[in-house]
Each structure stands twice: as C-alpha cells, then as structure tokens.
Nanobody, 117 residues
Framework: VQLQASGGGLVQPGGSLRLSCAASGTIFLIRSMSWYRQTPGKQRELVATITRDSSTNYADSVKGRFTISRENAWNTMYLQMNSLKPEDTAVYYC????????????WGQGTLVTVSS
C-alpha cells in the first residue's frame, strides 16, 4: 500500500483546511486508516481513525473540530479541520493498517500544517 498525503499549508487561527490521503496498491486489504501528527521533540500523536465499517474515533483535543472521512473503496481519506488553533501546528501523517496474516502499518510522507496569524 502506498499513501500520499496532501493539503497542508498556512492558515490563520479559526480557519479551516482539508487534508487528503490518496491510497494505492492493495487497498482492499486496508482495515483502518488514521491521521497522526507530530511536532519537533514530541511523539507522534493519533488524531483520528476511521475503520472498515466507517466508525470513527478522535483525540479529545480535536473532537468537534475535525472530521475524518473516506471514499468507500479506500482510495482517498480526508481530514476536515475547522476552528484551527496554533497548537494544531504539526506535520500530519496518514496511516493505513493492513491485515493479511498479521497487522502491518503503512505511512504517508507527511504534510505540514501551520496555524499562525
């Protein structure tokens, strides 16, 4: 599975951005996809997850502001980010969990989101 994240950029506090993650390869094996984010000196943080049955889960820090969604065939995953705050500034990574005989993680290259006035 190959993942390509896009959509990052500079936005003012209170603004919105939509991130996309395009998946290719053996996408029919994907069981869940997630967005993570990371800032310098900190561990990568789980932001949101969407599963095969489209159930979703969010970090407390983004609940009510971010929405994760996907195309039915796992071709593309999205993260709609509203009411952005400076503390949302990070490199955002998309992740896919593929299950064959054991779970395997795949990562995109990351896209930078900067929230600043």
């Amino acid at each position: 599975v190959q993942l390509q994240a896009s959509g990052g950029g500079l936005v003012q506090p209170g603004g919105s951005l939509r991130l996309s993650c395009a998946a290719s390869g053996t996408i029919f094996l994907i069981r869940s996809m997630s967005w993570y984010r990371q800032t310098p000196g900190k561990q990568r943080e789980l932001v949101a997850t969407i599963t095969r049955d489209s159930s979703t889960n969010y970090a407390d820090s983004v609940k009510g502001r971010f929405t994760i969604s996907r195309e039915n065939a796992w071709n593309t995953m999205y993260l709609q980010m509203n009411s952005l705050k400076p503390e949302d500034t990070a490199v955002y990574y998309c992740n896919a969990v593929v299950f064959t005989t054991t779970p395997e993680d795949y990562w995109g290259q990351g896209t930078l989101v900067t929230v600043s006035s």
